[in-house]
């Protein structure tokens, strides 16, 4: 069933109107591949204008649940579905639309963009995932005592210079324009044994991972197994943590304009006495 869906989706996104090779304007979606429930993202599309002279027309979203085949813009709360645009020859512009998903809504969205110019128009199409944040893994489903010291937070980096680095704390709901670097910074205090600790961030649509690059800044584990790094979660094991200190890093750029749930990040020890610290559940703004 899933791979019939994808060829759908595939087939789907190739069908456009006669002459479509010579519209005027080419449209294509900048969107990420899933959101959250409770998201209120802007779809972001681009416009490019390929002709010798202005163009003026009009953009009509659409929003169908993949499953049920029905339109879902009612309860989508799709602002803004029909928009007018004016592009001068040669110019390239983005247009977005900002909508709200339900809080209890899961699975797969088609879109369908449609654009039309004086008597002629062409169709754009997609789809993206809505996605459970509450989803965890078997392992980090147990019973743990919160008694961990430490915490974890939201940093904006703004490089100054290659020798000047500004960090910010990110609070909830402040506001972070898309590319801004951002850190998500975890700090613990191991007490008298040797621990373990399994690391589970789910990640936001709107935070995206920038490389592979994990920098401790304080301790350092005998020995680090990470999983692949996916666009919904990353999760990494820190064997050997001697008492002390540790400090570290992800880093990831805001990518996509909208407000976006930031899900509970977990970490989990368990060799000397099984313990959880967890983050509350927020929102990040990205314009």
Same mark, same amino acid.
């Given at each position: ?188 205090? /191991?007490? &008298? $044994?040797?621990? =373990? ?8 649509? !709107? @935070?995206? *991972? ?13 020995? /680090?197994? &990470? $999983?692949?790094? =996916? ?8 064997? !050997? @943590?001697? *008492? ?19 899900? =509970? ?23």
């Amino acid at each position: 069933m899933r791979t019939c869906l994808l060829l759908l989706a595939f087939v789907w996104s190739a069908i456009t109107t006669a002459g479509h090779s010579q519209f005027s304007v080419a449209a294509s979606a900048d969107l990420p591949a899933f959101f959250y429930p409770g998201d209120q993202p802007k779809l972001q599309f681009l416009l490019a204008n390929n002709s010798g002279s202005e163009q003026t027309g009009n953009l009509q979203l659409e929003l169908f649940d993949a499953v049920k085949k029905q339109p879902v813009d009612g309860w989508f709360y799709n602002q803004l579905a029909n928009q007018y645009f004016t592009l001068a020859a040669g110019e390239r512009n983005a247009v977005r639309f900002p909508i709200t998903i339900p809080n209890l809504f899961t699975g797969k969205v088609f879109w369908q963009l449609t654009v039309r110019i004086d008597t002629t128009h062409q169709l754009v199409r997609g789809y993206f995932d809505v996605r459970d944040a509450d989803h965890q893994t078997e392992a980090a489903q147990q019973e743990y005592q919160r008694t961990m010291k430490g915490g974890i937070g939201l940093i904006a980096v703004n490089k100054q210079s290659a020798k000047s680095v500004v960090e910010q704390a990110i609070t909830a709901f402040s506001t972070q324009p898309v590319d801004q670097p951002v850190v998500l910074r975890m700090a613990i205090y /191991i007490n &008298q $044994k040797m621990d =373990s600790c399994l690391v589970l961030l789910p990640l936001s649509a !709107g @935070l995206q *991972p920038t490389g592979n690059n994990v920098q401790f800044k304080k301790g350092k584990p005998t020995s /680090i197994v &990470q $999983k692949s790094k =996916s666009d919904t979660a990353i999760s990494m094991m820190l064997y !050997g @943590l001697a *008492p002390g200190p540790y400090q570290w890093d992800y880093p990831f750029t805001a990518r996509y304009p909208g407000e976006f749930l930031v899900p =509970s990040c977990r970490l989990l020890l368990f060799n000397a006495t099984r313990r959880e610290y967890r983050t509350a559940t927020s929102s990040i703004l990205i314009d």
